[in-house]
């Protein structure tokens, strides 16, 4: 069965960074462009703010773009999102999972919250 275990959230303050990691199992990760998805507080929907393809080429949001740099590490089946210069308006949980432009979604994770408050 497939599982997104996602990690690395917390408390941050107004222009600092964390750096999420998601941990896939169950899947042929590689094969597969995946991204970071993240909801808001109040929000139903989820967006997504970065992808990033099997061959490894990039792509974000405009409210991220420049702040954010997604990766992956194929051998570890692992996704990370390194968040920089991070704003009140990045609060939200953060998930991972397929590219939904591409790919059919799996189950989601828990989520891993941020939060940027000072």
């Known amino acids: 069965q497939v599982q997104l275990v996602e990690s690395g959230g917390g408390l941050v303050q107004p222009g600092g960074s964390a750096r999420l990691s998601c941990a896939a199992s169950g899947s042929i990760f590689s094969i597969y462009a995946m991204g970071w998805y993240r909801q808001a507080p109040g929000k139903q929907r989820r967006e997504l703010v970065a992808?990033?393809?099997?061959?490894?080429?990039?792509n974000y949001g405009d409210s991220v773009k420049g702040r954010f740099t997604i990766s992956r590490d194929n051998a570890k089946n692992t996704l990370y999102l390194q968040m920089n210069s991070l704003k009140p308006d990045d609060t939200a949980v953060y998930y991972c999972n397929r590219d939904s432009r591409w790919f059919t979604l799996l189950p989601w994770g828990q989520g891993t919250q941020v939060t940027v408050s000072s």
């Open positions: 992808g990033i393809t099997s061959g490894g080429s990039t």
